[in-house]
């Protein structure tokens, strides 16, 4: 027993959950305005977030993933990846996602049961979020190979959760990057909870990091709610794969402070004392502590901040509830690119579905 | 022009695409120096380099997840899985992502893939070798489904296959890819998908067919002709989308159907078929439609398989059946 104890997974952690700084920054997290900048986005995320839970409990989206806790990683990923690198996300990444440029409108869009919140208007070579889960880390080795065969400078990143390093396609996907040494960076959100499977029961491992050693990949822990940590391993890891040194995982240590979606009770399965201790992890917070103390922003900013995002979702909100739905014909019409002639009749029959129901 | 058969005529057409259009690739099991257990894919690695025809880990979920990946990059991906017995684990992949990433991004994002198998019995192959299960394929939304049934629409329906800009699933029946020859012309002329080949024409009855069975049915013709019994052969070749215009057109003329295949029975394409004749054909069936087709057992180990397999006699008593009703 314990032979397997020197895996020696490295974890960083810079700023700490009081909001202490334990390390020496970069000079992009160095930099005032880039931490602002995080902390702008996360709260437009989390502004948004409870804007869309308030929606479906109104009846006006469907079902939704909260992204609430973990809005650090996401953040700090948009600030590490280049605009024309490839994003492959799961469904509680609209953190990277609006810093990517994708619109709020878009992505209520897409939960409200429309086919078009996923054309995205930027970062147009970015995977829709997947669904059927680790599906999508294959799909990002073989968009990595595309990168790599084309000669291009660009990065692809796939974002997991910790239920998906259960799978098969994830030691797939990390075995074949490791063989071909490509360019692609795995991000775990370990947020503890895949639906109601809590960490422990999800495997034996130590860490999840380490199941990419078996791939012969490098892989590092990180304080998933400090976003100065996780930018500067990602972006050490991004820009290191951008250059030719292959394949990363980090694993971003996180906690999903939300049910799993608005269709889910959490408290079936784990107690409401235990996620109120998880607050004081919050990586907003503790950003906002480090801010203040440095006396980077004032609170009459933080305010400006605060409307600011509140007013910027309003006016999404409004143009997601102001898009009319699409002619029940539209299902027919990106089945392929020319709909096949057998397939003509079941369209108009829709058709007329249609104008029977106007 | 060359005479090759429909392992050789694989090859040809992969060679052409791989030659002409450099965002073709092929990735697959034992396909590079080994030239693929089949040989389809035998010394393109050499000309093409490593790069483009790529040996992959032994990982078929691994192998269609890249193809999406590689597709949405406009790369187009022809993937070989060594057997379509192993195939099944691509179905997540092929439903949940290759199939539906046109429709689910309106067209912002496509996969123009094919995936290859060998598929069908009747070599004495080991278990999972030898089953035809292209109607699970078949009942997938926004797929294509061909099988070729010679050299010529090998190479021509390969060729379209991988210029398709949807996902194809191009299954290769083992049974006879080294059964018959024919000359092809090599310069890279498509053959139309979505429509059924007539390759033989008759008035009595429509035989139709699809994969290595249609050349039971054509013996099962030539039967037919000694008794003065003209038989119209369709060789489906696109099992999904179905060309039904054509089988209905041939129908309507011989009032007469017998389809054979040799998927078991129950949801077999025949099925669909048999329906779509029910639904528009009624008035003009002269004889209710029968179908040949291996039974809805498990495909059984190769001393038994002959029993499986459709053979011309059955589709002669079949056809017999359909010409004695009323």
Same mark, same amino acid.
Request: charged letters at 25%; proline letters at 4%; glycine letters at 6%.
């Given at each position: 027993?314990?032979?397997?104890?020197?895996?020696?997974?490295?974890?960083?952690?810079?700023?700490?959950?009081?909001?202490?700084?334990?390390?020496?920054?970069?000079?992009?997290?160095?930099?005032?305005?880039?931490?602002?900048?995080?902390?702008?986005?996360?709260?437009?995320?989390?502004?948004?977030?409870?804007?869309?839970?308030?929606?479906?409990?109104?009846?006006?989206?469907?079902?939704?993933?909260?992204?609430?806790?973990?809005?650090?990683?996401?953040?700090?990923?948009?600030?590490?990846?280049?605009?024309?690198?490839?994003?492959?996300?799961?469904?509680?990444?609209?953190?990277?996602?609006?810093?990517?440029?994708?619109?709020?409108?878009?992505?209520?869009?897409?939960?409200?049961?429309?086919?078009?919140?996923?054309?995205?208007?930027?970062?147009?070579?970015?995977?829709?979020?997947?669904?059927?889960?680790?599906?999508?880390?294959?799909?990002?080795?073989?968009?990595?190979?595309?990168?790599?065969?084309?000669?291009?400078?660009?990065?692809?990143?796939?974002?997991?959760?910790?239920?998906?390093?259960?799978?098969?396609?994830?030691?797939?996907?990390?075995?074949?990057?490791?063989?071909?040494?490509?360019?692609?960076?795995?991000?775990?959100?370990?947020?503890?909870?895949?639906?109601?499977?809590?960490?422990?029961?999800?495997?034996?491992?130590?860490?999840?990091?380490?199941?990419?050693?078996?791939?012969?990949?490098?892989?590092?822990?990180?304080?998933?709610?400090?976003?100065?940590?996780?930018?500067?391993?990602?972006?050490?890891?991004?820009?290191?794969?951008?250059?030719?040194?292959?394949?990363?995982?980090?694993?971003?240590?996180?906690?999903?402070?939300?049910?799993?979606?608005?269709?889910?009770?959490?408290?079936?399965?784990?107690?409401?004392?235990?996620?109120?201790?998880?607050?004081?992890?919050?990586?907003?917070?503790?950003?906002?502590?480090?801010?203040?103390?440095?006396?980077?922003?004032?609170?009459?900013?933080?305010?400006?901040?605060?409307?600011?995002?509140?007013?910027?979702?309003?006016?999404?909100?409004?143009?997601?509830?102001?898009?009319?739905?699409?002619?029940?014909?539209?299902?027919?019409?990106?089945?392929?690119?020319?709909?096949?002639?057998?397939?003509?009749?079941?369209?108009?029959?829709?058709?007329?579905?249609?104008?029977?129901?106007? | 022009?060359?005479?090759?058969?429909?392992?050789?005529?694989?090859?040809?057409?992969? !060679?052409?695409?791989?030659?002409?259009?450099?965002?073709?690739?092929?990735?697959?099991?034992? $396909?590079?120096?080994?030239?693929?257990?089949? &040989?389809?894919?035998?010394?393109?690695?050499?000309?093409?380099?490593?790069?483009?025809? $790529?040996?992959?880990?032994?990982?078929?979920?691994?192998?269609? +997840?890249?193809?999406?990946?590689?597709?949405?990059?406009?790369?187009?991906?022809?993937?070989?899985?060594?057997?379509? +017995?192993?195939?099944?684990?691509?179905?997540?992949?092929?439903?949940?992502?290759?199939?539906?990433?046109?429709?689910?991004?309106? +067209?912002?994002?496509?996969?123009?893939?094919?995936?290859?198998?060998?598929?069908?019995? +009747?070599?004495?192959?080991?278990?999972?070798?030898?089953?035809?299960?292209?109607?699970?394929? !078949?009942?997938?939304?926004?797929?294509?489904?061909?099988?070729?049934?010679?050299?010529?629409?090998?190479?021509?329906?390969?060729?379209?296959?991988?210029?398709?800009?949807?996902?194809?699933?191009?299954?290769?029946?083992?049974?006879?890819?080294?059964?018959?020859?024919?000359?092809?012309?090599?310069?890279?002329?498509?053959?139309?998908?979505?429509?059924?080949?007539?390759?033989?024409?008759?008035?009595?009855?429509?035989?139709?067919?699809?994969?290595?069975?249609?050349?039971?049915?054509?013996?099962?013709?030539?039967?037919?002709?000694?008794?003065?019994?003209?038989?119209?052969?369709?060789?489906?070749?696109?099992?999904?989308?179905?060309?039904?215009?054509?089988?209905?057109?041939?129908?309507?003329?011989?009032?007469?159907?017998?389809? *054979?295949?040799?998927?078991? &029975?129950?949801?077999?394409?025949?099925?669909?078929?048999?329906?779509?004749?029910?639904?528009?054909?009624?008035?003009?069936?002269?004889?209710?439609?029968?179908? *040949?087709?291996?039974?809805?057992?498990?495909?059984?180990?190769?001393?038994?398989?002959?029993?499986?397999?459709?053979?011309?006699?059955?589709?002669?008593?079949?056809?017999?059946?359909?010409?004695?009703? !009323?």
């Amino acid at each position: 027993m314990g032979v397997y104890d020197n895996l020696n997974i490295p974890y960083s952690q810079y700023l700490d959950h009081h909001g202490q700084l334990h390390e020496t920054c970069s000079d992009y997290t160095s930099d005032a305005k880039n931490l602002i900048n995080f902390y702008k986005i996360m709260l437009r995320t989390r502004v948004f977030d409870q804007k869309a839970i308030n929606l479906q409990r109104t009846g006006k989206l469907g079902t939704y993933a909260s992204s609430l806790g973990q809005e650090a990683i996401g953040v700090a990923l948009g600030a590490a990846m280049h605009a024309n690198d490839v994003l492959a996300p799961t469904y509680r990444d609209y953190a990277v996602q609006l810093s990517r440029g994708i619109k709020m409108s878009d992505l209520l869009l897409y939960w409200g049961g429309d086919e078009r919140g996923m054309d995205y208007e930027f970062s147009r070579e970015d995977l829709p979020i997947c669904v059927p889960i680790a599906t999508h880390t294959c799909h990002a080795v073989g968009i990595a190979y595309a990168m790599k065969l084309r000669k291009q400078p660009r990065v692809m990143v796939c974002i997991i959760g910790d239920g998906a390093t259960s799978k098969g396609d994830f030691y797939e996907a990390l075995n074949a990057a490791g063989v071909w040494q490509l360019p692609v960076i795995f991000i775990i959100n370990n947020n503890q909870w895949a639906i109601s499977l809590p960490r422990d029961k999800q495997s034996a491992t130590k860490t999840l990091a380490q199941k990419a050693v078996a791939a012969e990949i490098y892989a590092e822990q990180v304080d998933g709610n400090d976003v100065i940590a996780c930018y500067e391993r990602m972006h050490e890891f991004i820009e290191r794969a951008r250059t030719g040194g292959g394949p990363c995982l980090l694993e971003a240590i996180s906690y999903r402070l939300s049910d799993h979606t608005t269709a889910d009770d959490a408290q079936r399965y784990r107690s409401p004392a235990d996620v109120e201790a998880q607050w004081q992890f919050d990586p907003i917070s503790r950003l906002k502590t480090y801010l203040l103390e440095n006396q980077f922003i004032d609170a009459e900013a933080l305010d400006a901040l605060q409307k600011q995002a509140e007013q910027e979702v309003e006016e999404q909100v409004k143009i997601y509830l102001n898009t009319a739905t699409q002619p029940p014909e539209a299902m027919f019409d990106y089945l392929y690119e020319t709909l096949p002639e057998a397939l003509q009749s079941q369209r108009d029959e829709v058709m007329r579905k249609g104008k029977k129901h106007e | 022009m060359s005479e090759t058969n429909l392992v050789e005529a694989v090859n040809k057409a992969l !060679a052409w695409e791989l030659d002409h259009d450099k965002d073709v690739v092929l990735l697959g099991e034992d $396909i590079g120096l080994n030239g693929g257990v089949f &040989r389809a894919t035998d010394g393109l690695q050499s000309k093409f380099g490593e790069q483009r025809v $790529i040996d992959t880990p032994l990982a078929e979920t691994l192998i269609v +997840g890249m193809a999406v990946g590689l597709a949405s990059q406009g790369i187009r991906a022809v993937v070989e899985i060594q057997f379509m +017995g192993f195939i099944y684990s691509t179905i997540d992949n092929m439903i949940s992502h290759a199939t539906r990433m046109r429709n689910r991004t309106r +067209g912002r994002l496509t996969c123009p893939m094919v995936l290859r198998a060998p598929y069908g019995g +009747g070599i004495h192959a080991p278990e999972h070798h030898s089953e035809s299960t292209e109607a699970i394929f !078949a009942h997938m939304p926004g797929i294509r489904v061909v099988i070729p049934s010679s050299p010529l629409r090998a190479y021509g329906l390969l060729l379209a296959s991988i210029r398709d800009p949807d996902p194809v699933v191009f299954l290769e029946p083992k049974r006879i890819y080294r059964l018959q020859k024919e000359s092809i012309e090599e310069a890279g002329v498509a053959l139309p998908l979505d429509v059924c080949f007539t390759l033989r024409e008759g008035d009595d009855i429509t035989l139709v067919s699809w994969g290595a069975m249609v050349h039971e049915t054509l013996q099962a013709a030539e039967k037919l002709a000694e008794q003065n019994i003209s038989a119209e052969v369709i060789d489906v070749a696109t099992i999904k989308p179905l060309d039904m215009k054509t089988i209905l057109a041939s129908v309507e003329k011989t009032g007469r159907c017998v389809i *054979v295949h040799e998927a078991a &029975r129950t949801c077999g394409v025949g099925s669909e078929i048999a329906a779509q004749l029910a639904e528009f054909g009624l008035t003009f069936l002269l004889a209710p439609v029968q179908r *040949v087709s291996g039974y809805d057992t498990i495909m059984p180990l190769y001393r038994l398989e002959n029993y499986y397999m459709p053979s011309v006699e059955q589709i002669l008593s079949a056809a017999n059946a359909a010409l004695e009703y !009323a």
